[in-house]
């Protein structure tokens, strides 16, 4: 399906990887772990994404918060690698502090003035909420939409569905802009137009969708719709 | 929940990684793909797994034969592989001609006395058939379940459910054995006993969940069971 980009309305954007970048994270692994860094970070954002996925299945809800540490506790495990409370703690924390990637307050600015703009994620509003503020971007967004309110998390359909009734736009007048492949997927499937950020060399699902447009970044997205 | 074996009148066994082994695949990706196929291999897995998940998540159902082909794709485009459709077929129908792990046929001709015996597995019908004829299976299992006849995936509660059904048997009198960590976890959370057929060293998920017991194959299992 191509970009219909006169009947975008509003702009529902995922966070982690898409808005804030994660890097700050695996800084501090290595700051605590050196060589065994690597091996745990991919390990902890594995079952991150797994738990969420697998408690959405089983019906067996739990926030993002508490799933990111049980995900931790697991990548630790599974890695052989002692931490104590405070580090775990440290670890988790990172995420109220997470930066946007560098294009990203630009690119919503430019936005703003034509766009509805909201967050759409799996994490729980207090961590949304403190990543907004962190980076000030409230002045941007229209709305936080977060898995927390369905206790499903993506990519079932009602949490894209959450984009139009929070936005208060049917799912043609919405955009849903994600650096996740299986999320731009779920969007696609759903029927909201859909832009994969590709921030890096990555390859798309083989499910069965495609999205409407891809961009290496939110500057060229906004280029795209813009124009 | 420990185990209440004097109630146990089934036992629903997990296919591949459990009864079956699939090295037979990664020995074929070898001959193929040499210094490769253990990316391949890994990517593959690992794909086949997400798209059960996200596939059900999405309410898109695809059977397991064309969601794995769809998986072998993928792992070859993101390892930047190429493959000519014979070795595609070639690596799929592999899964037509899987061995069973070597204590498997004895195991289940020790229990098969006492407990009414099937498999539980997100294979088509026709995969599993031919993979339990192949093996000389038939005459062991009273029945052949799959996530085909509900068009989800595990673990979502309808694919544990099923065993009931089809066994005959409510939830307190069957055990579901699996060395999937995360299988192990979605039927003990539906509410059947549970055995963690721990083949390899690896780590149990943290779902919130525990195993009623835990062996290393099925002679350990029917051990435990028919002492």
Redesign the interface.
């Known amino acids: 399906m191509a970009l219909n980009a006169e009947k975008i309305k509003g702009i529902a954007f995922d966070a982690y990887g898409t808005l804030f970048d994660i890097a700050s994270i695996d800084f501090l692994l290595e700051q605590i772990f050196d060589d065994r860094a690597r091996q745990i970070a991919a390990q902890w954002r594995r079952?991150q994404l797994?738990?969420t996925?697998?408690?959405?299945?089983?019906?067996?809800y739990?926030d993002f918060y508490e799933l990111t540490r049980?995900?931790l506790?697991?990548a630790l495990?599974?890695t052989n690698t002692s931490a104590d409370e405070a580090q775990v703690r440290e670890l988790m924390q990172q995420y109220y502090h997470l930066d946007v990637y560098p294009e990203v307050r630009n690119a919503l600015a430019r936005l703003r003035g034509t766009y509805r703009l909201a967050i759409l994620s799996n994490a729980n509003p207090s961590l949304l909420e403190r990543a907004v503020a962190y980076n000030g971007l409230d002045e941007w967004l229209d709305e936080i939409i977060s898995a927390d309110q369905i206790r499903q998390?993506?990519?079932?359909?009602g949490i894209y569905q959450l984009a139009e009734k929070e936005l208060g736009l049917p799912a043609e007048n919405l955009l849903f802009a994600s650096s996740n492949t299986?999320d731009v997927?779920?969007a696609t499937?759903?029927g909201l137009q859909t832009a994969w950020v590709q921030r890096r060399r990555s390859?798309m699902?083989?499910?069965?969708v495609k999205p409407a447009v891809t961009a290496a970044n939110l500057e060229e997205l906004a280029d795209m719709l813009l124009t």
């Open positions: 079952k797994e738990y996925w697998l408690r959405t299945l089983m019906g067996q739990k049980d995900a506790y697991y495990e599974a998390y993506k990519p079932v359909p299986w997927a779920g499937a759903y390859v699902e083989r499910l069965d």
